[in-house]
């Protein structure tokens, strides 16, 4: 289980690191940057969840591996962006991987510190969409997570098969693939046919001189 969680984890890391990466190239961000952005992609979302569940300190901090791994990611992504662009929406692609793998390691290891599963599943969420949040902060940006298609709740959904077949005493070997690929099936499928919660309304109302002060 030890092994099956470092590798998720490593998985998980290099993906979203990508994903940061790619987003810095767009930005023209300088080589510092890009490393930075694919660093904060990659391990806002494990980091905070080793400090709410108490594995400290947060093994993106302790393990070589990680920075490595982020490393290689945001130096791959500066010097061959164009190989990595001809894959399809790549950016979101990687993003989608991460936040699958992401949430079903973030759960997995939850449970294995003792949390409750419905608890473990929430966290398995916020280790999916923190490090791409913070990311999006650090662009300027309103976070993918409060204006994209289904992106938490397909977290959340393959969050919940992992707890779920934890209750039910199943093999983690089949629970944790069923919930990354359910993860991942979601969101694509979201992107590709547009699902997304209802979104709030714009008002109307023409804003009174007095509304900022209240």
């Known amino acids: 289980m030890e092994t099956l969680l470092l590798a998720l984890d490593l998985i998980g890391t290099f993906v979203f690191a990508l994903s940061g990466g790619m987003m810095g190239v767009r930005r023209r961000l300088d080589l510092f940057g890009v490393l930075v952005l694919s660093f904060a992609a990659a391990s806002a979302g494990g980091i905070t969840r080793d400090v709410l569940i108490g594995a400290v300190p947060p093994a993106a901090l302790t393990d070589w591996r990680y920075p490595t791994v982020c490393l290689a990611a945001g130096i791959a992504t500066f010097f061959?962006?164009?190989?990595?662009?001809?894959?399809?929406?790549?950016?979101?692609m990687f993003d989608a991987v991460g936040?699958?793998?992401?949430?079903?390691?973030?759960?997995?290891?939850?449970?294995?510190?003792?949390?409750?599963?419905?608890?473990a599943a929430g966290l398995g969420m916020l280790t999916g969409i923190g490090g791409g949040m913070l990311r999006d902060l650090l662009l300027a940006e309103v976070p993918l997570v409060l204006r994209a298609e289904l992106y938490a709740v397909a977290a959340l959904?393959?969050?919940?098969?992992?707890?779920?077949?934890?209750?039910?005493?199943?093999?983690?070997?089949?629970?944790?693939?069923?919930?990354?690929?359910?993860?991942?099936?979601?969101?694509?499928?979201?992107?590709?046919?547009?699902?997304?919660?209802?979104?709030?309304?714009?008002?109307?109302?023409?804003?009174?001189?007095?509304?900022?002060?209240?």
């Open 80 to 92: 061959w962006t164009p190989v990595i662009e001809r894959l399809q929406t790549p950016v979101r």
């Open 157 to 214: 959904a393959g969050a919940s098969v992992v707890a779920t077949g934890h209750v039910l005493a199943l093999p983690s070997a089949w629970t944790v693939p069923a919930g990354a690929l359910l993860c991942f099936g979601l969101r694509m499928t979201a992107l590709r046919l547009g699902w997304h919660l209802p979104v709030a309304l714009q008002s109307t109302r023409t804003p009174s001189p007095g509304d900022d002060r209240r």
């Open 99 to 119: 936040l699958a793998v992401f949430a079903v390691a973030g759960t997995q290891k939850a449970l294995a510190f003792g949390l409750a599963p419905p608890m």
